[in-house]
């Protein structure tokens, strides 16, 4: 199975992931999480896309495409996947559609204050990448990660000023491809408000149509 998950930042769509990448024993596959890998590492990539990050701008399209193609090619990648955050551009979309078919793209739909409401209450454990949300998903004890015991942090990029930069980014740049999928027939939108466990089960039954 070969899906894009597409959609506005903060709808949901890392958090789906994680459970839909067991469910279909496929990778979960994310762009943002590839540079905050690098960026972790003090990679010459990561080094070079740190401040774009911070500021909720995207990454150029040719350095992203590489890192998806570099990506593609580690052995669990050859039986299906789930992108997370790619394509973000039409030069994106393109460049995919030569590497790889889809089966679905699927399109997590979210008004713009439930967006900014999940985002500037969104916290993660540095070291796991795992995702809480101070109202919808706290850990057990506030602050702190119910794994590793570590404080949790909030990203650079939840901060107010990149999510309004962040939301126009979308708007300007990814939101044109929901059009650009709907014509090729590959398109399905989920409705992303209601609680994760709503969300899932109509992806899996949307998905197995
Ligand atoms: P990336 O990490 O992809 O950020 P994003 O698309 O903005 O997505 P998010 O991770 O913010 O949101 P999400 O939809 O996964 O939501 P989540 O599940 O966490 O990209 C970061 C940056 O990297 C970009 O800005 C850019 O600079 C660069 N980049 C990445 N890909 C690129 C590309 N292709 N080209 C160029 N640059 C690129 O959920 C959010 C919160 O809501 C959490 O707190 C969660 O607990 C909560 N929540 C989730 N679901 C629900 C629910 N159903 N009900 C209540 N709360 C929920």
Known sequence: MNL????????????????????????HISTGDLFRSHIKGHTDLGKQVKVILAAGDLVPDSITIEMVKQRFLESDAQNGFILDGFP?????????????ALDAVVNFVL??????????????????????????????VEGIDDETG??????????PEAILNRLSVYEEQTEP??????????????DASPAPEKVFAALIKTVQK
Do not use: W
């Open 4 to 27: 894009v998950f597409l959609g506005p930042p903060g709808a949901g769509k890392g958090t789906i992931a994680s459970e839909a990448k067991n469910y279909f024993g496929i990778p």
């Open 88 to 100: 973000r551009t039409i030069a994106q979309a393109d460049a995919l559609s030569e590497m790889k």
């Open 111 to 140: 008004d713009r204050d439930q967006i900014v409401k999940r985002l500037s209450g969104r916290r993660v454990c540095k070291s796991t990448g795992k995702t809480y949300h101070i109202h919808y998903n706290p850990p057990k």
């Open 150 to 159: 570590e404080p949790l942090i909030q990203r650079e990029d939840d901060k």
């Open 177 to 190: 491809l929901i059009a650009y999928y709907r014509e090729k027939g590959l398109l399905v939108d989920i």
